[in-house]
């Protein structure tokens, strides 16, 4: 596609639900990252596929969140038992390989009630 | 791990007047910084990066700095337009890949006409 694409734009959850959140990256790219952005700060690094495996989660807050990338293209973050605090903008972003230009995504808001 | 401060929050300048972002990290291991601007519910675009053996990069009315010894890099955006009105942010990697990259809170600029 021509850009990296996430759906939906906008979620709303209550407390405890879980959700998905998806993520088409720029196809050819082998390199898909994970970013939450909360209310007046920086991106801030979740997780990095390089092809189908996670090599590096360490930013992953806690074991609710998880992702996968099981063909390496689309990759699909999960949040279970969402809380409040989990409300922030998610963005993706893709790279041709890890140190080339990262291309992101236009998020999705995540709002917990 | 690095952690990157990033002053002011927000920054209004007149039309045709110049502007500057100021970024501090803490690991004197980091050796790139890019910077992104966010223009409102868009997503973070790249516009220009530096990398550790250079002290200054240009393009065209944009152009940073970076002095290693005290550990700080600016933005500078000269002639600024209503266009610049967008958010800004700072990053710092110790590797130059993406999964590394740490940002800084961001900067608000407005631009008046």
């Known amino acids: 596609g021509a850009g990296v694409s996430q759906t939906p734009s906008n979620k709303v959850t209550e407390k405890g639900k879980y959700v998905e959140l998806r993520c088409d990256p720029i196809?050819?790219?082998?390199?898909l990252y994970w970013y939450r952005q909360s209310l007046g700060q920086g991106p801030e690094f979740l997780i990095y596929?390089?092809?189908?495996?996670?090599?590096?989660d360490s930013g992953l807050p806690n074991d609710r969140f998880f992702a996968v990338r099981p063909e390496g293209s689309v990759s699909t973050l999960k949040i279970q038992r969402t809380e409040r605090g989990d409300s922030a903008v998610y963005l993706c972003?893709?790279?041709?390989?890890?140190?080339?230009?990262?291309?992101f995504g236009q998020g999705t808001r995540l709002t917990v009630v | 791990g690095e952690n990157v401060e990033q002053h002011p929050s927000t920054l209004s300048v007149q039309e045709g007047d110049s502007a500057v972002i100021k970024c501090t990290y803490s690991?004197?291991?980091?050796?790139?910084f890019p910077w992104y601007k966010q223009e409102l519910g868009k997503r973070p675009q790249l516009i220009i990066d530096i990398r550790s053996n250079v002290g200054e990069k240009k393009d065209q009315r944009i152009a940073v700095t970076l002095n290693k010894t005290a550990k700080h890099f600016s933005l500078h955006i000269t002639e600024t337009q209503p266009e610049d009105s967008a958010v800004y942010f700072c990053?710092?990697?110790?590797?130059?890949?993406?999964?590394?990259?740490?940002f800084g809170a961001g900067t608000r600029l407005t631009v008046k006409p």
């Open positions: 972003a893709s790279s041709r390989d890890r140190n080339t230009e990262a291309f």
């Open positions: 990053a710092a990697s110790i590797t130059h890949n993406n999964n590394d990259m740490r």
């Open positions: 596929f390089q092809g189908t495996g996670a090599a590096d």
């Open positions: 690991d004197s291991a980091s050796n790139y």
């Open positions: 196809s050819g790219h082998t390199a």
